[in-house]
């Protein structure tokens, strides 16, 4: 049974890697500049 879970972690840890890092590409929080002011001028 333990040797079960070790797969199924091995399994799932890369899974949620894989789907978070697309959830933020996908969202825009992924495209290197930072939130906030990114696009806004000082004046």
């Known amino acids: ?3 079960f879970t070790w797969i199924a972690g ?5 899974g949620f ?3 978070n890092a697309m959830w933020l590409e996908a969202s825009g929080h992924g495209k290197g500049t930072p939130q906030g002011n990114a ?3 000082r004046s």
């Open 10 to 14: 091995i399994g799932v840890a890369p």
């Open 1 to 3: 049974m333990g040797y």
């Open 17 to 19: 890697g894989v789907i």
């Open 39 to 41: 696009g806004k001028r």
